[in-house]
T-cell receptor
């Protein structure tokens, strides 16, 4: 089937606006990850879900960042009162999480957020 | 905290020459190491992982715990190898979050 999809692909926001970024994981994938990739840097972990449970949010840079996955499928990353330093590509990845296995993370194309 | 270092931001190699992309990590335990690749206008994808001990597209990588390195190698570079390469590690087997390096852009010169 289709891979991980993300929308929108590009988002321009004025400083102070709220934004919502969507991730559709591969159907049946249990684990879902959000990463932030600033220009010239590698992806940095933000948060991790297993089904609907948010098991790790240690990478969220501030309380302006909030993520949810209410039905264990689609996830939304919300950023309130955006700042210029939030400009980055936001990547979503999902994995199957077979019991006892180490599963491959499949990445989406990313959402490029530019805060003016 | 764990860390991944890729010392070369840019690497240019002639077609047919050997390639080595360096990756060093800092972690006192036994991490799992990965190489991810991003070709032009494509999404990030797994190239190989050390526990698989596979050769993918002619690339291999050996985990050297003594030197805390996981360098990516290919004996004969091909033009289609031009891409961005990221080394990554996972240290928490209950949480598969990845720590990435800053990446190396490999350019193969025809």
């Amino acid at each position: 089937g289709a891979g991980v999809s993300q929308s929108p692909r590009y988002k321009v926001a004025k400083r102070g606006q709220d934004v919502a970024l969507r991730c559709d994981p591969i159907s049946g994938h249990v684990s879902l990850f959000w990463y932030q990739q600033a220009l010239g840097q590698g992806p940095e972990f933000l948060t991790y879900f297993q089904n609907e449970a948010q098991l790790d949010k240690s990478g969220l840079p501030s309380d302006r960042f909030f993520a949810e996955r209410p039905e264990g499928s689609v996830s939304t990353l919300k950023i309130q009162r955006t700042q210029q330093e939030d400009s980055a590509v936001y990547l979503c990845a999902s994995s199957l999480r077979t019991s006892g296995g180490k599963d491959t993370q499949y990445f989406g194309p990313g959402t490029r957020l530019t805060v003016l | 905290a764990q860390r991944v270092t890729q010392p070369e931001k840019l690497l240019s190699v002639f077609k047919g020459a050997p390639v080595e992309l360096k990756c060093n990590y800092s972690y006192s335990g036994s991490p799992e190491l990965f190489w991810y690749v991003q070709y032009s206008r494509q999404r990030l994808q797994l190239l190989l992982r050390h526990i698989s001990r596979e050769s993918i597209k002619g690339f291999t990588a050996d985990l050297n715990k003594g030197e805390t390195s996981f360098h990516l190698k290919k004996p004969f570079a091909q033009e289609e190898d031009s891409a961005m390469y990221y080394c990554a590690l996972n240290v928490d087997f209950g949480n598969e979050k990845l720590t990435f390096g800053t990446g190396t852009r490999l350019t193969i010169i025809p």
